[in-house]
């Protein structure tokens, strides 16, 4: 690596070159593993949201047909694949599905319009006449999706930002986003969203020239890709363009004019939250019956396990699990994953001004206020109701603002620090795989590291599921691989710990946006 570092050598930027290639490949890999890790109708209401994808298009003769009142008529995969094995663990995935006849279901987004159309609708334009090569190419397509909008981002973005998009990616991933990214359930594309638009707009204050502008439509289409999925991704896009806007304050003409852009991408989300029938729902179906001091009382005990939803998003799955929140996943993974999280995220606290604190303060208070809130407007208890798949954006956003301004490629980690997270994520990401694997192949009563023994489901393709299990491991071994290779020349070879505020303060004004303000000198 010495030797890369030579002034006029053109290896180092061939590296960069290679790595800018190799990592996304390597993660889509790692996602398009896990596409095949489960079954047919194995994401949370796979049932509903396959139906509502097939009739995205209104009725067609074989793929949806009018049935009385509400019923729709789809293929019998599309309701039945998950009716053998969802809530029982020890079930394997082999349900019998009747290919040639077609079953009626009420279940779908035409009743109640309670999601956007855009997901069902872009999704719908997949469906051909096998379910399952179509469910398949859908997982594949949202992968490449947040891969793809992601590379755009890094691209885009000034140099000193382009760190977080790697970063808040990468400590919140494990398993849940592995799980649900390649799905078919609208979650995906909340995520996607939550995942680079406060970005993109943070992008859009500090960049100038035709990136910019890029970056202005980037944030537009990741904001039309939350919003198009789920409607609660309208509230975090607000959440996610308003932390932005704090981050790039300054009291100049310049900031007011750019303004403009989250302000308008604001307003379009509240119109579009208010266009779905959930908005309405939540509260209509809400009912509340009991006293002051019952409802006190179930705040204080929410409010005490609250935690144990947020660590749901880690694998810690004290009231669920991935899939119909029936598949646990290990310790292993779900101690390291929230470990990794935990420990990066401290770490970013060591650098920022006011406008940092105020952005996660903001974040954090809705980590909490919001989840509180729905259980409390619907009387229940963490575990009911609301899955940790809800909040996952929020942990994303949290995760990434608490690493603005570290300074680096290597966010200011050490390289033992650098190993340690790359090893600690492919360890929780191989297990979590196995583990995924695991319940659908054989179902949990079946123990041992061999999946390909006893094999009672599979798909009917010539890869076993030991080599899927190997091959995502692989994969995810090698974008964290490249990750530490690309953040190796600008990590410490130990971190001193000594150090004076003044050098701190330093290394976080050499990672501030080109355009700094006196706020910067003031609060850093």
Known sequence: MTGLGAGSDARPRLARLAAAILVPLAALAALLTWSVASPTGSSPDDDYHMASIWCAQGTQDGRCEMGDGDLRIVPDAVVSSSSCFMFDPTRAASCPVRDELMTATERGNWVDGAYPPAFYATMSALVGPDVQTSVLLMRATNAALYVGLLGALFALLPRTLRPLVLWSAAISIVPLGMFLLPSVNPSSWALISASGLWLATLGWFHQEGWRRWALAGLAAVLLAVGAGARSDASVYAVLGLAAASVLAFEPTRRYAVRLVLPLILSAAAVVAYFSTGLSGSIAGDASSNAGFLERTTLAFDNLRELPDLWNGVFGDFGLGGLGWLDTDMPAVTAVTASAVFAAVAFWGLRWGGVRKWLALAGVGAALVALPMYMLLLNDVRVGQWVQPRYVFPL????????????????????????????????????????????????????????????????????????????????????????????????????QQLGAPATAAAGAEASVEPRSTTPLDARHA
């Open 395 to 494: 942990i994303v956003l949290v995760g990434g603002l608490a690493l603005f301004g570290a300074p680096g490629r290597a966010i200011g980690l050490a390289r033992a620090q650098l190993v340690a997270v790359s090893v600690s994520l492919t360890l929780a990401n191989s297990m979590g795989l196995h583990a995924n694997l695991r319940r659908y192949v054989t179902g949990v009563d079946v123990p041992g590291f061999n999946l390909d023994r006893g094999i009672e489901w599979w798909w009917t393709a010539p890869v076993s599921p030991m080599t899927v299990w190997a091959l995502g491991s692989l994969a995810f071994a090698v974008a964290a691989a490249l990750l530490v290779a690309l953040a190796w020349r600008a990590a410490a070879p130990r």
